[in-house]
């Protein structure tokens, strides 16, 4: 089974701060890991996703991630945060192959002041 | 491309009715996935079509659950005799292939 778990379900930085959010993952076959952010009323957009070829994911939004085999990690990180990247963010993993059935953590919630 | 549309927005029922969603996914897309969003938690597979074949069942969806793709395109999910513990956010998802999802706003279930 996959799972993975977000450490802090609410994170506050001030603007042009740096973000991060963290995702550990367990998982018996390597996997595929994912991050999604989602603003209020609106569906699930894709930030990055890693899949096994680099290790360092850049995404959109100037959002990148590190897989850390040896820490079973897959941190969020941005250099400056901006107030329009308060939102909730998902870390999710899958089987690897393709992201058909995802399993996702509970969520952090960020928030971005001045 | 419209994106991926869900529709009610809202849904309020009384306990032991019957209500359907329906997802209308991007066109050409042939992988269709139901998702259940409770409040503090992330989403929960349900269950995905490829083209108009139910692929895969979690064991979240009981009997009471059934989820339709009957000509491949649109998909609806019924839900029998709700119950309150069924109040959620039920998302739909499409992807081409499997390798990037794209999401719905989803449908906002009350049982009262």
């Known amino acids: 089974a996959q799972s993975v778990t977000q450490l802090g379900s609410h994170v506050s930085v001030s603007e042009g701060a740096l973000v991060l959010l963290r995702c550990n993952y367990s998982?018996?076959?390597?996997?595929?890991l994912f991050w999604y952010v989602q603003y209020p009323n609106q569906g699930l957009q894709l930030l990055l996703k890693?899949?096994?070829?680099?290790?360092l994911v850049k995404g959109i939004n100037d959002f990148e991630a590190e897989f850390k085999k040896s820490e079973t990690s897959f941190h969020l990180t941005k250099p400056s945060a901006h107030m329009s990247d308060a939102a909730e963010y998902f870390c999710?993993?899958?089987?690897?192959?393709?992201?058909?059935?995802?399993?996702f953590g509970t969520g952090t919630r960020l928030q971005v002041t001045l | 491309d419209t994106g991926v549309s869900q529709n009610p927005r809202h849904k309020i029922t009384k306990r032991g009715q019957n209500v359907t969603f329906r997802c209308d996914p991007i066109?050409?897309?042939?992988?269709l996935y139901w998702y259940r969003q409770t409040l503090g938690q992330g989403p929960e597979f349900l269950t995905y079509?490829?083209?108009?074949?139910?692929?895969?069942k979690s064991r979240l969806l009981s009997d009471r659950f059934s989820a339709e793709r009957p000509k491949g395109s649109f998909s609806t999910l019924e839900i029998q005799r709700t119950e309150q513990g069924d109040s959620a956010m039920y998302l739909c998802?499409?992807?081409?292939?499997?390798?990037?999802?794209?999401f719905g706003s989803g449908t906002q279930l009350s049982v009262l």
């Open positions: 999710a993993v899958s089987k690897g192959g393709t992201a058909s059935k995802l399993t």
């Open positions: 066109s050409e897309h042939n992988r």
């Open positions: 079509f490829q083209n108009e074949a139910q692929l895969e």
């Open positions: 998802a499409s992807s081409l292939g499997g390798e990037k999802l794209f």
């Open positions: 998982s018996s076959v390597p996997p595929y």
């Open positions: 890693y899949t096994s070829a680099a290790t």
